[in-house]
T-cell receptor
């Protein structure tokens, strides 16, 4: 069955610290992989996506993600978080139909 | 200009009523979607249209009926509203499938009392 797992419901990091949000998926073939961010009261915005090529993908707002086929993972990283990064982050996979993970809420400590 | 707009932003209604949510995109995209986000933030696709044609219809109660009068609009009509329909409904659009970025509207928070 196709699925997306974000094992961390909440993550708290200090401003300026590095960040890694985990995402694992189960899919029949290599799917399109996405990370979206949702700020409070708003819709989702695409941070980055991957299908093929270089397994390290750069996105907007200083985010990057690394695809690891052997681990079926697509983890999101940022070297130094800012208070404005506090939001809900969704990993998503699929092709014609996109399946979203349950999200990771990121809290930033000043 | 707003890329994907939804009206209304908030909708409070009683059980048993019928309501509609409207969505419009000015991006020239061919594909539009409706998603439901529950109270735990879980986001699930309900429907997808490509050039006014239904291409994805998940296991959604038939009280929910999407309508696409043209490729820039996708409306959602809900009959006989139930408490469990309370959620945030998001409209989205993309240039096509597969693999394209989806552009989301701001959401409609539906509360059924």
């Amino acid at each position: 069955a196709q699925s997306v797992t974000q094992p961390d419901i909440h993550i708290t990091v200090s401003e300026g610290a590095s960040l890694e949000l985990r995402c694992n998926y189960s899919y029949g073939a290599t799917p399109y992989l996405f990370w979206y961010v949702q700020s409070p009261g708003q819709g989702l915005q695409l941070l980055l996506k991957y299908f093929s090529g270089d397994t390290l993908v750069q996105g907007i707002k200083g985010f990057e993600a690394e695809f690891k086929r052997s681990q079926s993972s697509f983890n999101l990283r940022k070297p130094s978080v800012h208070w404005s990064d506090a939001a809900e982050y969704f990993c998503a996979v699929g092709d014609d139909k996109i399946i979203f993970g349950k999200g990771t809420r990121l809290h930033i400590l000043p | 200009d707003t890329a994907v707009s939804q009206t209304p932003k908030y909708l409070v209604t009683q059980m048993g009523n019928d309501k509609s949510i409207k969505c419009e995109q000015n991006l020239g995209h061919d594909t539009m979607y409706w998603y439901k986000q529950d109270s735990k933030k879980f986001l699930k696709i309900m429907f997808s249209y490509n050039n006014k044609e239904l291409i994805i219809n998940e296991t959604v109660p038939n009280r929910f009926s999407p309508k696409s009068p043209d490729k820039a609009h996708l409306n959602l009509h809900i009959n006989s509203l139930e408490l469990g329909d309370s959620a945030v409904y998001f409209c989205a659009s993309s240039p096509g499938t597969p693999g394209y970025e989806q552009y989301f509207g701001p959401g409609t928070r539906l509360t059924v009392t």
